[in-house]
């Protein structure tokens, strides 16, 4: 399946939404007229592009349409398609790469976010491009999850490096770095907790692991990748927001897209951080991974 398809798929709840939206305020036809521009911004509210998007787009059709630009309805979903992709030009969707040594991508974001299963499937989609991975497995907060990262790690046949359940997630890092390091490999992916008791403890752990691979590594971590659930909408960008204050997220993964009828979130992350979305999870298997990429991401999203 290609990629245009793949987001298709993914994005069959969400579409439903949107389209079925779109479609019901926009028959074919109608005058623009402010009564139909009210009705376009409040669809677009229950989509989740979130009220300060939603207002931004809204001015945008307005604009057009008193320019005389667009005059029916049916203009007003090509319009805003055009608007939704020319918010991304600048944006490095690649991941930054160390200029000698291992780049170190560090994975953070809540629990049951998608963390461990992102780092999983970049390992995944990393090896297929013939880069040699080590995993580092800091969250040592619940046993389950040493396991889980292992489990992954020998599915995709990566090594990992681990310590019992309960041990300092700075003295994985600071193992881990040397085995990237001794073993001559391309990336080391680092998975971290997203629960302990407190959220200040959680935010001290990661500054924490931050400081051990800035020591044992020069220039790392090269990415700091916050995993946000997409199924929680708007929330997903406070979440970010948080996540901003305490580390430097260098781009975020957008994970359970399939399962969510709220992909117009990915506008509203675009529109309201300044931090780019760099993969998109599809699914719960290995390679349910997807680079993103936001002109197959719109088209499809306005797919009928
Ligand atoms: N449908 C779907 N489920 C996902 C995706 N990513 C993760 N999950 C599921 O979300 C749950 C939590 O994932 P996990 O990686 O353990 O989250 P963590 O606590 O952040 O490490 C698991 O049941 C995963 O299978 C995705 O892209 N799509
Ligand atoms: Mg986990």
């Given at each position: 399946?290609?990629l245009?398809?793949r987001f298709?798929?993914a994005?069959?709840?969400?579409?439903?939404?949107?389209?079925?939206?779109?479609?019901?305020?926009?028959?074919?036809?109608?005058?623009?007229?402010?009564?139909?521009?009210?009705?376009?911004?409040?669809?677009?509210?229950?989509?989740?592009?979130?009220?300060?998007?939603?207002?931004?787009?809204?001015?945008?059709?307005?604009?057009?349409?008193?320019?005389?630009?667009?005059?029916?309805?049916?203009?007003?979903?090509?319009?805003?398609?055009?608007?939704?992709?020319?918010?991304w030009?600048?944006d490095v969707r690649s991941l930054a790469?160390?200029?000698?040594?291992?780049?170190?991508i560090l994975v953070a974001g809540?629990?049951?976010s998608g963390k461990t299963t992102s780092v999983a499937k970049l390992a995944n989609h990393l090896k297929q491009q013939?880069?040699?991975?080590?995993?580092?497995?800091?969250?040592?907060?619940?046993?389950?999850?040493?396991?889980?990262?292992?489990?992954?790690?020998?599915?995709?046949?990566?090594?990992?490096?681990?310590?019992?359940?309960?041990?300092?997630?700075?003295?994985?890092?600071?193992?881990?770095?040397?085995?990237?390091?001794?073993?001559?490999?391309?990336i080391?992916l680092?998975?971290?907790?997203?629960?302990?008791?407190?959220?200040?403890?959680?935010?001290?752990?990661?500054?924490?692991?931050?400081?051990?691979?800035?020591?044992?590594?020069?220039?790392?971590?090269?990415e700091v990748l916050l995993v946000l659930d997409a199924?929680?909408?708007?929330?997903a960008?406070?979440?970010a927001?948080?996540?901003?204050?305490?580390?430097?997220v260098s781009g975020i993964i957008l994970a359970k897209l399939d399962?969510?009828?709220?992909g117009?979130i990915v506008?509203?992350i675009r529109?309201?951080?300044?931090v780019p979305v760099k993969f998109v999870g599809l699914g719960e298997k290995i390679d349910d991974i997807e680079p993103f990429d936001p002109?197959l991401f719109?088209?499809?999203?306005?797919?009928?």
């Open positions: 399946m290609g245009f398809d298709k798929k994005l069959t709840k969400t579409r439903e939404k949107v389209v079925s939206g779109f479609q019901s305020v926009l028959p074919f036809g109608r005058k623009i007229d402010e009564a139909l521009l009210d009705e376009v911004h409040d669809t677009m509210i229950t989509d989740d592009f979130g009220p300060v998007t939603a207002d931004r787009l809204i001015s945008g059709v307005r604009e057009a349409w008193k320019n005389k630009e667009i005059a029916e309805s049916q203009d007003i979903i090509e319009h805003l398609k055009k608007q939704i992709i020319a918010k030009p600048d790469q160390a200029e000698s040594g291992p780049t170190v809540i629990n049951g013939g880069k040699k991975i080590i995993l580092a497995a800091c969250d040592t907060y619940r046993a389950a999850a040493v396991l889980q990262l292992t489990e992954w790690s020998g599915r995709c046949g990566v090594d990992i490096v681990k310590h019992d359940q309960g041990a300092d997630p700075g003295a994985v890092a600071y193992d881990a770095c040397e085995a990237a390091v001794a073993r001559n490999a391309d080391l680092v998975d971290t907790a997203g629960r302990l008791h407190t959220q200040d403890n959680l935010m001290r752990e990661l500054n924490k692991i931050q400081r051990v691979v800035e020591k044992k590594i020069p220039g790392a971590p090269h199924t929680i909408g708007q929330n960008v406070n979440q927001r948080h996540f901003s204050e305490h580390v430097n399962g969510s009828a709220k117009g506008v509203g529109d309201q951080l300044d002109e719109v088209e499809a999203l306005f797919a009928e």
